[in-house]
């Protein structure tokens, strides 16, 4: 069975907080939930499926579900950190071409600047490899710059060819009144920003913020009833990346979500017109890129020179919200602002001076865990209301 | 016997599925798991193989060697590690085959590379048990 055009994007909402001292975790989820239910024309008793992961306080589903008022006939709860909401769409349009449910909400939420939330996600108990980490102070970003020094190393990339990544973001932010990082910085900025974890600086990494976003997947009959654009799912590919003492840090899970997505969709690289990059840091981004075949595995480095990666006019235009690097990563969870936005590039939303002419085919993508040790990669493919 | 450290070291949380690993490292040994069944020497410890799911496992005792396979000098941390940067995280990967993630220690930052022979190192916990860590190996 395939996805393709078995479910649409109906309504999308990104949370215009970056700073939300004064919210609870429940409440910025019904927000970001009454938000999209209204950009797609629908109201919360028209939801049959409830869609959430790691980031959903209590016993997650459950507890969100009957505190948003859903009844409910689909539930799905998978966690794969910062990707769960790209591959939320996936199960979605699954459930729909299955019959199980017409209208999926897909919700994220968290407070990590205010609300004391540790990056990275939920507490389950001690992991079985948790011994084997947990010793040596691995955190968020040394995890990374051990992916950058060894990609540097095998293809030679730089700091600097890193930084280019970062100033595309900055020049797409400075369009967008939520930015949290509305200023446009330079490669010069980058690499003069402090050293974190040698070879990542500060301004390699993506934002922390309160905040959050849903989204709306309505079945194709849906859809044609709706007055709102909507955008179809043409493709989508999953993978898990293990560590298991085999490691290679210099590719990501993409290397097969990518290609299963392109498949299904019946597409190649060459036929996107932006893509949603997670952007966790700008080393996310480089491989991540060379992963999806937008160019050779290591040639990621010279590729995102000369601005390739800047809207409206780059060879690949990407996150123009300002991405997580720059805009927003509620949550510390990625995955849905980059659906949101490729919704907007496909519906002619996006910030006038950021708006790819004639977007019709758009690529997501997320990352969740970590490039270090073990991820779960998320591509989606979307495409426009024929 | 394993040897003090600055370094922030609690006690390893063992359990019944990796005890012997720890065993080992408390009497300065590293122990690795062999697959009788492929032959795999797989990492983490655990009493199946994660390659075939034969549960008839081998340990032995490594040669302590390694190299660098990437590594990163910490400058900031939050938590107890904080106070120690700058400090190296580095996977090594074993003589053996596997990749394990460790810090560098007693090293020379500036001197530090992808590829750089080192050898194991054992720091005592606070509470007893041990640690797997590296140093550059002499010459
Ligand atoms: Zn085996």
């Known amino acids: ?386 | 016997m394993p040897r003090p450290t600055d370094l922030p070291t609690p006690t390893p949380r063992s359990s019944s599925d990796d005890q012997v690993f720890w065993d080992g490292l408390a009497e300065d040994r590293l122990l690795l798991p062999r697959c009788t069944s492929c032959g795999s020497v797989f990492w983490h410890p655990r009493p199946f193989c994660p390659e075939c799911s034969c549960t008839r496992i081998d340990w032995f005792a490594a040669t302590g060697n390694g190299t660098i396979y990437s590594y990163s000098v910490t400058h900031k941390a939050p938590g107890n590690w904080g106070a120690h940067a700058p400090y190296v995280i580095a996977y090594v990967e074993l003589d053996e085959g596997p990749r394990v993630m460790s810090n560098i220690v007693d090293a020379d930052l500036d001197m530090l590379e992808v590829g750089l022979e080192v050898q194991a190192v054992f720091h005592a916990g606070a509470d007893g048990g041990a640690v797997l860590r590296f140093t550059p190996s002499p010459g």
């Open chain 1, 1 to 386: 069975m395939s996805i393709r055009n078995a479910a649409h994007i109906a309504g999308v909402f990104e949370h215009p907080g970056r700073h939300l001292p004064d919210h609870t975790v429940p409440g910025i989820h019904f927000e970001v939930a009454a938000g999209a239910l209204a950009d797609a024309g629908m109201t919360f008793a028209d939801v049959d499926g409830y869609f959430c992961a790691g980031d959903a306080p209590g016993f997650g589903g459950l507890s969100m579900a009957e505190h948003l008022g859903l009844t409910c006939r689909h539930i799905d709860s998978t966690e794969t950190g910062g990707s769960s909401y790209l591959v939320h769409v996936q199960h979605a349009a699954e459930a729909i071409a299955a019959g199980h449910c017409s209208v999926a909400l897909i919700t994220l939420a968290g407070k990590p600047r205010t609300g004391g939330a540790q990056p990275g996600g939920s507490a389950r108990g001690a992991s079985p490899e948790s011994s084997f980490e947990g010793l040596f102070g691995l955190n968020v970003v040394n995890g990374y710059a051990m992916a950058a020094r060894r990609h540097m190393h095998e293809f030679g990339t730089t700091s600097e060819q890193l930084a280019e990544i970062k100033v595309a973001a900055s020049t797409h932010a400075q369009h967008n009144p939520n930015a949290y990082l509305p200023n446009v910085v330079t490669v010069e900025d980058v690499v003069n920003s402090p050293l974190v974890a040698d070879p990542l600086h500060r301004l390699d990494a993506c934002v922390i913020t309160d905040g959050g976003g849903a989204l709306v997947v309505v079945s194709p009959e849906i859809a044609a009833s709706l007055d709102r654009h909507t955008v179809p799912v043409l493709g989508s590919g999953l993978a898990i990346k293990t560590a298991g003492g085999r490691i290679d840090l210099t590719h990501t899970g993409a290397v097969w979500s990518g290609p299963a997505a392109f498949s299904e969709a019946g597409i190649t690289p060459a036929d996107i017109k932006y893509v949603s990059i997670y952007d966790s840091f700008t080393i996310t981004v480089l491989q991540t890129i060379e992963d999806l075949g937008f160019c050779e595995k290591g040639d990621g480095g010279r590729f995102v020179m000369e601005g390739a990666l800047q809207a409206p006019h780059g060879r690949l235009p990407f996150n123009t919200d300002g991405g997580g690097l720059c805009n927003n990563h509620p949550a510390n969870r990625g995955g849905m602002t980059k659906v949101v936005e490729a919704v907007r590039q496909l519906r002619g939303e996006a910030n006038p001076a950021v708006q790819v002419p004639d977007c019709s085919i758009a690529l997501a993508h997320g990352t969740g865990g970590s490039l270090a040790t073990r991820m779960g990669s998320a591509t989606l493919i979307l495409g426009r209301e024929s």
